[in-house]
C-alpha cells in the first residue's frame, strides 16, 4: 500500500513540471517555425528578383547585339549582312563575327577537302578561332579588326570551333563545324 501511494505522489510531482516544459517546447517550436517560414519567404522574393534581374540583362544583351547587326551593314556599306557563308569553287568563304561571347554563324557546313576561310570580326574585346581536331589556330583580333585564318577541311565528322580567350569557350563561345562527304 505504501509503495503504492510513493509512486502515486511520484507521479503528481512529474507532471506539474512537464506542463511548462510542453509550453516551453511548443512556444520554441512555433517561433522557430516562424523565423523558417520567415526566412524562406525572403529567399523567394530575393530570388524572384534575382531572375526578373537575370532576365532583363539577358534582353538588354539581346537587344545590344540585335542593334549591332542592325546598324554593321549600314557601317560596312559593301556587304548585304555581316555574317555570311559562300561556297564558290570548293572554297568556303564564312564572315564570321565574334562577341562575348558567341559566334556568328556558329554552324557551318562544308564538303571534305574545301578549302575553309574564315574571316573574322570581333565585336568587343579580343577574341580567336580554333578547331582542335584540323589543327585550325586564327590569330588574336582585337575589338573592331578582322582577321582569317584558313584551313582544309580534311576530315569527315562534327568538330567543335571556340574561342580560347580567358574562361569564353566556357562562357558559351563556341560552334560547330561539319564536315560532310
Ligand atoms: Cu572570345
Request: charged share 25%; net charge negative; hydrophobic share 35%.
Amino acid at each position: 500500500m505504501m509503495e503504492e501511494n510513493e509512486e502515486v505522489v511520484e507521479a503528481q510531482s512529474v507532471e506539474p513540471e512537464k506542463k511548462p516544459n510542453n509550453m516551453m517546447a511548443i512556444g520554441a517550436i512555433v517561433v522557430v517555425a516562424i523565423a523558417v517560414l520567415g526566412y524562406a519567404l525572403l529567399n523567394r522574393t530575393g530570388s524572384s528578383e534575382e531572375q526578373r534581374e537575370a532576365t532583363q540583362e539577358n534582353q538588354t544583351v539581346q537587344d545590344n547585339s540585335m542593334a549591332d547587326s542592325n546598324t554593321t551593314p549600314a557601317v560596312e556599306g559593301a556587304s548585304s549582312s555581316a555574317t555570311s557563308v559562300v561556297t564558290e569553287n570548293g572554297v568556303t568563304t564564312v564572315s564570321m563575327e565574334a562577341g562575348s561571347f558567341y559566334f556568328k554563324p556558329n554552324k557551318i557546313t562544308v564538303k571534305k577537302g574545301d578549302k575553309v576561310k574564315v574571316v573574322i570580326t570581333s565585336k568587343d574585346m579580343m577574341h580567336n578561332f580554333n578547331i582542335d581536331e584540323l589543327k585550325v589556330k586564327s590569330a588574336l583580333v582585337k575589338v573592331g579588326e578582322t582577321s582569317t585564318v584558313e584551313f582544309i577541311a580534311d576530315k569527315v565528322g562534327s568538330f567543335e570551333f571556340y574561342c580560347s580567350v580567358g574562361q569564353h569557350r566556357k562562357n558559351g563561345q563556341v560552334g560547330t563545324l561539319m564536315v560532310t562527304e
